[in-house]
């Protein structure tokens, strides 16, 4: 067959293979049971509007909550890893690519000295039993995608790829949760501290008033011991205190990318607890279908399953291959030479088509597709469990959040009346009106009060953070960044050449909704 007509047989297959219907379900977005709107939507600090889901952590107005958000997405090595996936699952994509195209390309030469048995029953009277042979040649191996096995891989891999780029989204969407958490519980804890620090200079005022009556002779030793039990008890707060402080900013700095320090510089004077808006936009319980990350990847790997199961029956079917084969031959035998090899007429080769066919598989192969079909199942139900639970999180971080209010709004009217309560009663024992009993027990319930009241609004702003980490917000603030830092691209340039697969537009796929060519150019 002539070269031109070669080419043309080539190019006919390539595309007859290329229009071949593929075997195995095609992916449909799997339905989930959503509820209509949340259980709490009738709240007056809550509307349906427009999530502000972007840059959550503007809402507190605080900088250095902004700063400390910055900062992590950053340098946050957790979130760093997820990127580094993301390369990976192009570079998976890229293999999967390269599968449509002839799978064996291989240049082999070789030179060797050969010796034949002079017993062998091939050996023929007069034969060289002895001499040189060398070879050249190219051979390449094409199996046509007649059943779509492999445009099923690049299926399975666009969907992994995704999958690995809505992983990094909810990473991103976690970090920022954890940074605002934890700096909620920084600025909470610090609080506390403050109150507890401020009820000991109360207590030891208290004391001195009972050291004195006793000294005085007015009241018994009993009101000093009392007194020094109280305080004892109070200071005996503060070390725990300082404690769970610091291994909050321990965990803070591990989100900052950064060893364990005082964060001075980042954290600032400050020990307000950030305040929430009077009013939050939650949006509607389907919106989580599009926001959620985690939502999105169960459903990019469930797609990823599904072209799975086309992989695997292919197997069932005969698979069409063309080999091919053409190099050079030459010996030394009789009067010809190894140098003779570069000559036209040593040319050797070899073309033709070919199958194979699994035919008795013993429930082999069947099974097979029964395993991936299983997978698929599971992963379809693991999308569904995804989205009751993101449903889930969102009403116990609503609920959390507006009752928190709600009891913060008692326990300030309860600390107030505390505070009073204290200073009637120190005010009524200096005068010898009442005993240090009373004194005491206003003391330990102020303590008690205020305590309650900081934490609680700690976990207001704590339980606003957990709604918008539930509702998926957060991961929109990457979008025009690249998902790996250019420190980490250039070490990874030097190891391995990554040719255009580390440039950013060849890290974010195309929306779900965009149909994707199966037949594509390699990535070399």
């Not at 195995?24 to 009738?42: C, N, T, Y």
């Not at 002079?118 to 390449?140: F, H, K, V």
């Not at 207001?460 to 957990?466: E, F, G, P, Q, T």
Request: one cysteine or more; a neutral charge.
């Amino acid at each position: 067959m002539r070269s031109g007509g070669f080419s043309r047989l080539l190019l006919v297959v390539f595309f007859l293979a290329a229009g071949c219907a593929k075997v195995g379900p095609d992916f449909q977005k799997p339905e989930a049971a959503v509820a209509p709107r949340w259980l709490e939507a009738e709240d007056k600090r809550l509307r349906t509007g427009p999530e502000e889901g972007k840059n959550w952590w503007q809402v507190f107005n605080d900088s250095t909550l902004n700063r400390l958000i910055d900062t992590a997405y950053r340098q946050n090595l957790t979130l760093q890893i997820a990127g580094v996936r993301v390369l990976g699952a192009r570079a998976q994509l890229g293999a999967a690519i390269g599968q449509v195209y002839p799978q064996t390309q291989q240049a082999r030469g070789s030179v060797e000295n050969i010796r034949l048995s002079e017993r062998a029953p091939t050996a023929a009277p007069g034969s060289p039993t002895n001499y040189w042979q060398s070879a050249l040649a190219l051979t390449a191996s094409w199996e046509i995608d007649f059943w779509g096995k492999f445009r099923r891989g690049v299926e399975s891999a666009d969907a992994g790829w995704a999958a690995a780029v809505a992983d990094y989204d909810n990473a991103l969407v976690a970090l920022t949760a954890d940074v605002g958490s934890s700096y909620v519980l920084i600025r909470t804890l610090e609080n506390r501290l403050n109150i507890a620090r401020q009820n000991v200079a109360i207590q030891q005022e208290s004391l001195q008033i009972a050291t004195a009556r006793f000294e005085g002779g007015t009241t018994s030793q009993r009101d000093v011991e009392q007194a020094k039990t109280v305080l004892a008890s109070t200071q005996a707060t503060i070390p725990t205190l300082e404690s769970q402080l610091r291994q909050t900013k321990n965990a803070l700095c591990v989100l900052l990318g950064v060893p364990p320090q005082h964060l001075s510089d980042l954290l600032g004077s400050s020990i307000n607890i950030p305040a929430p808006p009077p009013q939050v936009a939650v949006g509607i319980p389907a919106d989580l279908l599009r926001r959620r990350p985690d939502i999105q990847s169960a459903e990019f790997r469930a797609a990823a399953q599904c072209a799975q199961i086309g992989v695997a029956k292919a197997e069932l079917y005969p698979a069409f291959s063309l080999s091919g084969a053409f190099g050079f031959q030459a010996s030394n035998v009789g009067d010809f030479a190894l140098g003779d090899m570069f000559q036209w007429r040593s040319r050797t080769g070899s073309f033709g088509p070919s199958f194979r066919w699994n035919i008795l598989n013993y429930g082999q192969i069947t099974n097979l597709v029964r395993v991936q079909d299983a997978r698929f199942q599971e992963l379809l139900i693991t999308y569904q469990n995804a989205v009751l639970r993101a449903q889930q999180e969102v009403e116990d971080a609503l609920i959390g959040f507006l009752k928190s209010q709600e009891r913060a709004h008692f326990l300030a009217l309860s600390t107030a009346a505390a505070q009073r309560s204290v200073d009637l009663a120190i005010l009524q024992y200096r005068e010898g009106i009442t005993d240090f009993t009373t004194v005491l027990t206003a003391e330990r319930e102020l303590l008690t009060q205020q305590d309650d009241l900081a934490s609680t609004l700690g976990d207001i702003s704590r339980n606003l953070v957990a709604v918008y980490r539930a509702l998926g917000g957060g991961w929109q603030m990457r979008e025009g960044d690249d998902f790996v830092p250019d420190a980490v691209k250039q070490a990874m340039a030097a190891r391995t050449n990554w040719g255009k697969l580390l440039t950013p537009a060849a890290h974010t796929p195309p929306p779900a909704e965009q149909p994707k060519t199966l037949i594509r150019p390699p990535d070399w």
